[in-house]
Structure formats: C-alpha cells, structure tokens
C-alpha cells in the first residue's frame, strides 16, 4: 500500500468523505482517515451526522412519528387501533440498521472511487519538503505522507461548565438517541434544533417534557413570525417551554437528574427528571490533531481559520466543515469538501453562503433559507412579505396537517427573492424550490407564473409569492 498521497483527508464525516470522493473524481490519489467505530470496533464512516446526529435522529423521529399517529390520528381515518404497543429496544434496533446501512455505504463509495481508507486518529508529525507527514494511530500505528491535507475533524457537543456529559442522566446528542426505555420526564437545556429533535421524539413516545432555554426569545435565529407559530404548535402538543431561564445547580443520582434555575420572572425553581439532555451548542473538534506542531491556526474558539476558500494559514492544508467558521450543518460541509477538492484540482469550486438553507425536522417541519424579517429590518433594507397558511392548502387538509405556513420576502423594488421560512408539513422538501430559486436570482414573480401541481404543499410556496403582490388566488 502506497504511504504518499496527492491528497490526504481527516476525518471521514460528510465534510471529509466528500472531499475525498471528488478529490480521487478529480484523478487524484486519495487517502482518508477516521477514527470512529462501531460496537464491534469496526470502522463507522460518516462521522457525527451519520453514526449519532442527523441519519439516527430521522430513523427515530420516523418511528416516533408513526407510533403518534397510530395512537392519536390513525382514527380520524377510519382505521381503528387497539392495543397499541411500544418496543424501544426494537426502535433503536432499527435506527442502528439504518446507522449501518449508511457506514456500508460510505464504504463502498471508497472502494469504487479508489480511496485509500485508513481506521485511526490522523495527526500531525511534520511538514518538510512540500509534504505533510500525518500519523494514524489505530490498530497499528503508521505514518503517512500528502501534498495537501484536508481537515474535517467536525465538532463535539458543548457542555454547561461543570455537567460533564456521562451519558447515561446527562445526556448529549449521542446519549439522547441511545435511551432504552421512555422516561416518564425528560429536560432539555437549550431549544436548539438537537434538543427540539430528541424532545420531539421523547414526547411522541409519552415522555413529560420540559425545555429550560436561557434567551428571551424562542429560535432566536429563525424569522420571528415562523418561530412564533412553531412555539404555538409545540406547546399545543405538550411541550413545556421556558424562556429566559438562568441554569444554576445541577445534581445526578441513581433517581435522575435534579435542576435548580431561575425562570424569567427571577423566581428560584427545581424540577426533577429522569434524563436530561444538554443542547447549547457545539465546538470544533481539534483534540488530538497536533495543530501546533505545524503552526496551524486555531481561533479563541478552537477552531480552525480560516480564508473565504478554506484556506488554513499553512500551504495546502485545507479545513471544511463544523471546525471552521460558518453554519455547522452536514450539507454545507459537504459543500465545503466539493469546492475544495476542486480548488486543488485548479477549478473555481464555490459555496454560497446565503442559499444555505437549514431545517428543523420536528412536527411541525422548519425551514428556511436567506434572510428573516428581522435581520432585514436591521440592515434597512426595504422589503415586501407574504405568506400564505396550509390551512388553506388542499394538500394539508388531506394530510390532516394544517398547521404552519410559508413566507416569502422579496426586495421592494426588485422583487429578488431575499428569504423564504417554511413551518408546516414536509418543510424540508419544500426548501429546496426556494434555495434554487435563489440561486438564480429569481424574483417572487417568478415563482408566482410557475405551474405547480395540484393539489401539492408546492402550491402553498406558490401562493406566498404571489401574496408578495397581495393577490393571493386560495386565500
């Protein structure tokens, strides 16, 4: 096995394992390094998003879902349940297959695109005559040399100082997607997208939920007028959602978890629960990389710097991804790996920062791309809005899912599309319209003369932009 390598990646998440591929489309001889493993010790690829965030979160908020709708709604159809049960160790069973299926298959993209695969934690040994040479510590250990280097070792989960995550009352991400057994109560720190997720599922499957956020407001960074809507619908389910709580004292015993905090009002509260989960965020990941043993870097933060190209300080190092600067969701990693694979290739690999669009995968489904309302009006930029309800939608009532709408702002004298906010049924799909839209510049109007079928959620999307001109057709 050759140790030289035009192009050596780190870290084998959506970032790293993108990069990797396009890099070796690109001719290039490619190696890539993951540490991460699975029960059996084996190699895991797909990093956080794969093995304990994005792909097991969907499998149980799937499963969570049916089990909701069965209990709660299948009636309303006409279809009659009795005796409906729930077998956790079974739902999780199923999310790890799905887990699986998706390590098999970055697997197999390896082996077809020519990527030399490497099981261990890459770090840095040296950088000398115009090559890097990268130690990877695994089974063996090895050392192994490339032209260029590309970093995504991703992010680990922040902890509230002090509560250091043990994974069994004190949850992370990782922890909440492995809970055996529904807990009677459940808190969240923080309402982030992770924490609304696993309350979400936690809640379907008859936990009592408490989410405990220290900001004033709910989704600080989605346009107010959706998170609004959003906030109704969860409380309406059961969620109970504090806001502008101070976190004080938190103790774990053998009965659960028990947190002091201060409300909004400043009075001095403690609830007890079963699990609690902490979701205020996440930090890159450079433990263990040897960053300063090439002189790479780093911010007050831990991350890497970097320029608008993923350029780190060092020549032909690269970094992409949550250890960058920049929205840490999986597709603008990957985004991130495309471009610079291409950039090394000598090409013109770009990502466009304002048509990334995000989703909140909860019931209902948040999403949105571009700029909300409220970041318009602090830029003074003139705008127009409109927004149309999925109560008005043939589609949703179908559905028997109602609830939510979608807004579009556009510029007022212009009509470019500025950013659309999605809250209702299968918001993550109906994004992608949207970010296209964008892409191309294209203005309300243009999406206001598109043919859209009927009946379809689409037709909601459709009818908020002609709402920008205030001629609504449905509503």
Same mark, same amino acid.
């Given at each position: ?137 695994? @089974?063996?250990? &090895? ?66 939920? @408490? ?23 969860? /409380? ?8 502008? /709580? ?36 996440? /930090? ?39 250890? /960058? ?8 990693? &990957? ?19 304002? @048509? ?8 209902? &489904? ?20 409109? @927004? ?56 309300? &109007? ?30």
């Amino acid at each position: 096995m050759s140790k030289n390598f035009d192009v050596i990646v780190i870290g084998g998440g959506p970032g790293g394992y993108i990069a990797a591929i396009r890099a070796a489309q690109l001719g290039f001889n490619v190696a890539c390094i993951d540490e991460w493993k699975n029960a059996k010790g084996g190699p895991a690829l797909g990093g956080t998003c794969t093995n304990v965030g994005c792909i097991p979160s969907k499998a149980l908020l799937q499963s969570s879902e049916h089990f909701e709708q069965a209990g709660h709604h299948f009636a309303d159809h006409g279809i009659n349940v009795s005796g409906l049960s729930l077998d956790v160790a079974k739902m999780v069973a199923r999310k790890d297959t799905v887990v699986k299926q998706n390590n098999d298959g970055i697997v197999y993209l390896f082996k077809k695109n020519k990527v030399t695969f490497f099981h261990g934690r890459g770090s840095f040994v040296a950088a000398k005559d115009g090559l890097y040479d990268i130690k990877v510590a695994g @089974t063996a250990e &090895e050392i192994i040399s490339g032209k260029h280097v590309v970093i995504a070792t991703g992010s680990n989960a922040r902890a509230l100082p002090g509560t250091p995550f043990d994974e069994v009352n004190i949850l992370s991400n990782d922890g909440a997607l492995r809970i055996g057994a529904v807990p009677k109560k459940l808190g969240l720190i923080g309402s982030g997208v992770i924490g609304l997720e696993m309350g979400s599922v936690w809640r379907r499957l008859g936990a009592e939920v @408490t989410v405990l956020e220290g900001l004033p407001t709910f989704l600080g960074a989605v346009d107010q007028q959706i998170a609004k809507e959003a906030h109704k619908a969860f /409380v309406k389910q059961g969620l109970k959602i504090e806001l502008g /709580v101070k976190v004080g004292e938190i103790k774990s015993g053998k009965k659960g978890v028990s947190v002091a905090y201060t409300n909004a009002k400043g009075d001095a509260v403690s609830i007890d629960v079963d699990k609690l989960i902490i979701s205020i965020g996440r /930090v890159a990941n450079t433990i263990g990389l040897a960053a300063d043993v090439v002189g790479l870097s780093l911010d007050e933060r831990g991350a890497i710097v970097v320029d608008g190209d993923c350029k780190t300080n060092l020549p032909n190092v690269w970094a992409v991804g949550d250890v /960058v600067r920049g929205p840490m969701l999986a597709h603008k990693a &990957e985004e991130e790996g495309v471009a610079v694979a291409e950039r090394i290739a000598g090409q013109h690999g770009h990502v466009n920062f304002n @048509t990334i669009p995000w989703v909140i995968y909860t019931n209902p &489904e948040i999403a949105w791309v571009g700029q909300t309302e409220e970041q318009l009006k602090a830029a003074g930029r003139a705008y127009k809005a409109g @927004t149309f309800p999925f109560m008005a939608n043939g589609r949703a009532r179908a559905l028997g899912d109602t609830t939510g709408m979608v807004k579009m702002l556009a510029d007022a004298v212009t009509d470019e599309i500025l950013g659309v906010h999605i809250v209702g049924p299968m918001a993550s799909e109906l994004i992608a319209e949207c970010v296209v839209a964008m892409e191309f510049r294209a203005s309300s &109007e243009d999406i206001a003369r598109i043919c859209h079928a009927h009946p379809s959620l689409s037709e909601a999307t459709k009818e908020a932009a002609l709402a920008v001109d205030k001629r609504t057709l449905n509503f």
